[in-house]
């Protein structure tokens, strides 16, 4: 399982490199992590036993991601339109169903994944198409993925007391403690891309490692519902790509937003 792990964790990490720094492999990349993480969303949710309608939310999802690459805005607020357009095409697939238990659930829940896995990934795409994009995406995956393996590493080796252990029984205190100093010695590594002062980086890698954090938890949380261990098995000795993309689900479109308020 170690050797697995270890594999799956180079060839990923390989991946994010050349995604970084070729804009191509980006693309593809990021369509391929996104129709892969909303096929898992889904299937977990046909596993709980509810009736969404999941190659419809794929598709759906995938024309987020899609028309933000290839720059298309139909209108200032296309995002908002594309969510309406998608829960009336939902109520109206409704229609064709013979019983209508679970009607609500069954929307909301489609809707909740094209938000949760597609609209949230695509603020990735969103910070490298701003100035100095490279640098900006390679800090926010320093930062979301240097806490990921800081919790890791210290919660393995150290971790005592449990964290959440109703959502998460392997996640410790400490754990979480070393993940936030590794995202702000993430952060701090990445000074002369953000020509901040250290303390001010400081305060975005604590910020940004909770937020991590929560993203994980929450799919944790996902996960528990749903009676499944790993989100998929797309990458040996890992999980999915939602197992691995949980933590940036959460700090993509906090740090785009942190991005369009304080940088100018």
Known sequence: ???????????????????????????????????????????????????????????????????????????????????VLSLIFLIVMQFKRRNNNGVVVDISTTIFGILYVSWFLSFLIKIRNLQDGIG?????????????????????RFGKKPLMPRISPKKSVEGSVGGIIFSVLGAMAMKPVLHLSLIHLACVGIFLGIIGQLGDLSE?????????????????????????????????????????????
């Open 1 to 83: 399982m170690l050797v697995k792990r270890i594999i799956s964790g180079v060839v990923l990490i390989a991946i994010i490199i050349a995604a970084i720094f070729y804009e191509p492999v980006f693309d593809v990349a990021i369509m391929v992590f996104i129709i892969l993480g909303l096929y898992e969303f889904f299937t977990m949710l046909e596993i709980k036993g509810i009736g969404i309608y999941k190659y419809f939310g794929v598709v759906m999802g995938s024309l987020i991601p899609l028309s933000i690459l290839l720059r298309f805005e139909l209108t200032k607020r296309w995002e908002l339109l594309f969510i």
């Open 220 to 264: 944790s949380l996902i996960k528990r519902d749903c009676g499944v261990k790993d989100s998929g098995n797309i990458l040996p000795g890992m999980g999915g790509i939602l197992d691995e993309l949980d933590s940036i689900l959460f700090t993509a479109p906090v740090f785009y937003f942190y991005l369009s308020i304080f940088i100018k």
């Open 136 to 156: 900006l995406l390679s800090m926010v995956l320093l930062i979301t993925k240097g806490g990921d393996i800081g919790a890791y590493l210290i919660g393995t």
